[in-house]
C-alpha cells in the first residue's frame, strides 16, 4: 500500500457496508497485479466475482506497521463505542488527538476505516465486523496461517 490509494467513492461505501469481514494479506506487487487482472478477465466474461474486500500490503513490515496493536485498539473502540467525531474518539482511547487523527486519515485512506462528513466533524466508521489476516508462510505450497485480531 501506498499513501496515494484513492479514497473510496459513495458507491462503493455502500458495498463494502454489506460486508462484515475485511481480509488483509501480503502479497507482492506481481501477485496483486495478477490477481486483479484474473478478476478483470472474469467480469469481462461475465464471470461472478465472489470473493471479499482484500487489502494487500507489500510487505510483513508494512502490514505490521499499519495495523498495530494500537492502531488495532483504535479500530476495535471505533466498532464498539461509536464515536461522533475524531475528538470523541481520542477521548475514548485517551490519546492525542492529532496521533488520532493521522491514524484515521491513513485507515481511511487505505479503505480500513470511512470517515463522514458530520457538519464540522468527521465521523470514523468502522465498516466490518472481523478483521482476518492471512499470512503465507509456504509460498511454494501456499499454505496460509489466519489470524483474527
Do not use: C
Amino acid at each position: 500500500m501506498n499513501d496515494t490509494t484513492p479514497p473510496l467513492q459513495p458507491m462503493e461505501r455502500e458495498q463494502l457496508r454489506t460486508e462484515s469481514t475485511l481480509v488483509v494479506t501480503v502479497k507482492s506487487s506481481s501477485e496483486f497485479h495478477d490477481d486483479v487482472t484474473d478478476g478483470i478477465e472474469a467480469l469481462e466474461r461475465g464471470d461472478a466475482v465472489d470473493s471479499p474486500p482484500t487489502i494487500s500490503f507489500t510487505s510483513y513490515d508494512d502490514l505490521m506497521e499499519t495495523l498495530t496493536p494500537r492502531v488495532l485498539d483504535l479500530i476495535e473502540a471505533i466498532h464498539q463505542e461509536g464515536p461522533t467525531s475524531i475528538n470523541e474518539t481520542a477521548r475514548v482511547v485517551e490519546r492525542d488527538i492529532k496521533n488520532v487523527h493521522e491514524e484515521l486519515s491513513r485507515l481511511a485512506q487505505l479503505g480500513i476505516i470511512f470517515l463522514e462528513e458530520d457538519g464540522q466533524s468527521k465521523r470514523p466508521v468502522v465498516w466490518f465486523n472481523e478483521l482476518v489476516i492471512n499470512l503465507s508462510f509456504d509460498l511454494a505450497t501456499d499454505d496460509t496461517v489466519a489470524a483474527a485480531p
